[in-house]
């Protein structure tokens, strides 16, 4: 379907390589100018209950400068939580300049460009969710008699989670009620969302890392800003094949599958109703599924919506497969420098493919069911029963002398799709 698009993937990896400028000095003296920096700044942000005040920061340079400062301080090790935390608080009153109402603390140069502002600032807030892999492995990987270090770590690790839930509601809110965004900016974020799934989600499940903490909440967000962007600015076919690409490096999560479900069974809903009509019957879901699909979104969009989500994860029976399923970098990594795996397809994780097909099997029975009008839930249990065996077709019967086996095969809108203007 993407065949002759590009990919954004190798782009995207790439953020993990920019580094600011502090990175080149010794690792205590740039620590002590990120602390020394973003404390002054995040003092006139006004969270802790003081009065915000007008930044003192003017001119590009200015501005510039404390961002360099600031991406080096979202990279810094876990320990320095306070002062990630400041970082944290900085940048998302700044994105605030793309709201209806900026915060008194935005800079003015910020709200007078907030586009080519958020840009880089999205970009910068990438390294907040890189794992830090050399400190989680120095606790989730020791023996059980170090119980105290490893709850310690399991700590800091969710003070790194609850930033991020920090980072995505402010994301959240900005695509929501933001009226500049500019294309450039949509495809930024959508690329930084595809850019920390993967770099959350795509290696081995770990019990407790940063990655199976996050799982649900990261994709949860990608999910419902892709369906806010495919009304407000359709995302481009490279963005698509990307995204396609990156979920094939996730299958190895249930969470995936789970918001896949969600969300194919909440399109399927609304292009039932206006494909069959008033008269069809109507198949009912959660009212949480259905708010994911915006109600401005118009036929055509939700027809290509529903068609590309529905092909985001490649063939599900794949997922019946580790072979397949684990033919990816991360597995590959983990199983040259792992003493206990020595094929990829042997990690612990992947004893979870069955409960995963089984729950991709069952969303696709779904859509079966409601296309049949005999939808009558979502069920993921192992010995949930097809309706079929009282199935009364909505359609007028069509017997085999009506059928002109002769006439030429055309092929659904659906299954041609082009992006709408």
């Known amino acids: 379907m ?5 990919s954004l993937t190798v782009h995207l990896q790439l953020l993990s390589s920019s580094t600011s400028v502090l990175s080149k000095f010794p690792a205590d003296d740039s620590r002590n100018v990120v602390i020394s920096v973003v404390r002054n700044v995040a003092s006139s942000l006004g969270i802790l209950g003081s009065e915000a005040k007008p930044s003192l920061l003017k001119t590009d340079k200015e501005i510039s400068w404390i961002m360099e400062v600031i991406s080096h301080g979202l990279s810094l090790p876990l320990s320095e939580h306070e002062t990630i935390k400041d970082c944290v608080n900085i940048y998302c009153e700044w994105l605030s300049a793309l709201l209806p109402n900026p915060k008194t603390c935005v800079p003015e140069s910020i709200i007078d460009e907030p586009n080519r502002y958020s840009r880089k600032i999205i970009s910068h807030l990438y390294h907040l969710f890189v794992p830090r892999r050399g400190e989680e492995d120095k606790v989730l990987h020791i023996s059980e008699k170090s119980g105290k270090a490893r709850q310690a770590a399991q700590e800091t690790i969710h003070r790194q989670a609850v930033l991020c839930h920090r980072v995505l509601r402010r994301v ?7 009226e500049t965004m500019e294309r450039e ?10 850019a920390i799934n993967d770099a959350l989600l795509a290696p081995p499940t770990v019990k407790d890392d940063v990655g199976d903490q996050l799982c649900e909440r990261v994709l949860g967000a990608l999910y419902e800003i892709w369906l806010i962007s495919c009304v407000k ?9 990307t995204f396609r690409e990156m979920s094939m490096n996730w299958r190895h999560r249930t969470g995936l599958v789970d918001q896949w479900n969600r969300v194919n069974l909440a399109l399927t809903s609304r292009l039932l109703s206006f494909m069959y009509g008033p008269t069809f019957p109507k198949m009912k879901i959660a009212e949480d599924d259905a708010a994911l699909i915006p109600e401005s979104m118009t036929e055509d969009c939700i027809s290509q919506t529903w068609y590309r989500f529905l092909h985001s994860i490649g063939n599900p029976v794949d997922l019946a497969h580790p072979s397949l399923v684990s033919q990816t970098q991360h597995f590959y990594q ?7 795996v020595i094929d990829p397809t042997h990690h612990p994780c992947l004893a979870t493919l069955p409960s995963i097909f089984l729950r991709a099997m ?11 009008g005999i939808y009558s839930g979502f069920d993921t249990t192992e010995h949930a029963t097809s309706p079929l065996s009282s199935y009364h077709s909505p359609f007028p019967t069509t ?15 659906l299954l041609t799709p082009t992006p709408p203007a």
Request: a negative charge.
């Open 334 to 340: 983990y199983a040259i420098v792992a003493e206990s």
């Open 399 to 413: 017997t085999c002398s009506n059928l002109n086996l002769t006439s030429p095969i055309t092929c659904s809108p």
């Open 2 to 6: 993407y065949s002759d698009w590009s």
């Open 172 to 178: 959240q809110d900005v695509v929501q009620q933001s």
């Open 233 to 241: 600015c359709f995302p481009s076919p490279p963005l698509w094949k």
């Open 185 to 194: 900016t949509w495809e930024a974020l959508l690329g930084f969302l595809l």
């Open 362 to 372: 069952k969303g696709i029975s779904a859509i079966v069911d409601a296309y049949l």
